[in-house]
């Protein structure tokens, strides 16, 4: 069975009744669970100082923080006003989407540990803390000082609990390490702020920004939904995206097969040790649904047209854009 899910961007917009307000009295046939989109900005900013472009208006020393606190509440005055209208009418649920990726310390030295510790905060903490617990992490307001936005007592119970589920984006995991010799600066951003080098495989340079990575790891998403049990209680989760990005647009795309095979199998698994509540150290995350990325080729935020994932393959340059079932798709619809 095929049940669509519907993002809203509340990050960028202001929270109305009118559009959510049409969208649900028109769509309660079929419509059962709504979305908002949160991703913790990477290092892409404008502003001054830390910005990609000469902007002299702003401040990327605070931004990131701004930006992440109103999506928060946002996205918490959408699921208000979705709960109190709509939802006892049309029995959906409504929840929040995150970036993710498991983290392993590249070394096993105590400053590497606290390094991917600490960026594990940031990356996550930074949103599900919020909504769990009403408040940022500990670790976060030591850091970040008075660049990191309070919330209000209102805005506290606002923002706890609103939540039905948490999506998913996981496609791969991350090498962790602290960096040598940091000299602090008057003037820090967020990834300041973490302090962590990633990097995509143990041979791979390391980097201050997380950068798409190419490690197949499903034991990864099998942790990441640990952590998050353990650390938040026992959520609901779907995974929204999952899936391999190839050079070269292959029809006969047997290492996309072999990906997805591996993350379904890691995803299975969670849900049948949550099933079956197995009395052993490793608990299963309440996982509800899996959607693989994606239906066909598209523009893809970091690669444009140069990665395909689509399990039907898009031919750009041509006019007609032709479309074409890869193996893949074969394999999907019928697995």
Not at 166 to 180: C, E, F, M, R, V
Not at 188 to 212: E, Q, V
Request: hydrophobic residues 35%; aromatic residues 14%; glycine residues 6%.
């Amino acid at each position: 069975m095929i049940s669509p899910h519907i993002p809203m961007c509340v990050s960028v917009s202001l929270v109305i009744d009118l559009p959510i307000g049409q969208l649900c009295s028109s769509q309660t046939s079929w419509l059962k669970q709504i979305l908002t989109t949160e991703i913790p900005p990477k290092k892409n900013h404008c502003s001054y100082p830390f910005g990609r472009s000469n902007f002299t208006a702003g401040n990327s020393t605070t931004e990131p923080y701004l930006f992440v606190h109103q999506s928060l509440l946002a996205h918490a005055s959408t699921v208000r006003l979705y709960r109190k209208k709509y939802q006892a009418a049309q029995k959906g649920i409504i929840g929040m989407n995150i970036y993710t990726m498991w983290l392993y310390p590249f070394t096993d030295s105590a400053e590497d540990i606290e390094a991917t510790e600490r960026a594990t905060t940031f990356l996550y903490g930074w949103i599900l803390h919020p909504l769990v617990f009403g408040d940022y992490p500990e670790t976060m307001k030591k850091i970040a000082g008075s660049r990191l936005p309070s919330f209000s007592s209102y805005e506290s119970e606002l923002v706890t609990n609103a939540f039905d589920f948490i999506g998913l984006n996981h496609y791969t995991s991350l090498y962790t390490s602290n960096p040598p010799n940091t000299i602090e600066g008057p003037l820090r951003d967020f990834t300041a702020d973490w302090a962590t080098l990633f990097r995509g495989t143990k041979d791979a340079p390391p980097s201050a920004m997380i950068l798409p990575g190419k490690m197949v790891d499903p034991y990864g998403l099998e942790l990441i939904l640990e952590y998050f049990q353990e650390k938040y209680g026992n959520l609901s989760f779907y995974i929204l995206e999952n899936g391999y990005g190839g050079s070269d647009g292959t029809l006969n795309d047997l290492d996309r097969i072999g990906y997805l095979t591996k993350y379904i199998e890691s995803t299975l698994k969670e849900i049948s040790i949550s099933v079956m509540a197995l009395a052993n150290s490793r608990n299963g995350a309440d996982v509800r649904g899996y959607s693989v990325w994606s239906f066909m080729d598209l523009y893809e935020i970091y690669s444009g047209f140069k990665t395909h994932y689509g399990l039907v393959a898009v031919e750009f340059d041509t006019e007609e854009r032709r479309r074409q079932p890869r193996r893949s798709a074969h394999w999907y619809s019928t697995s």
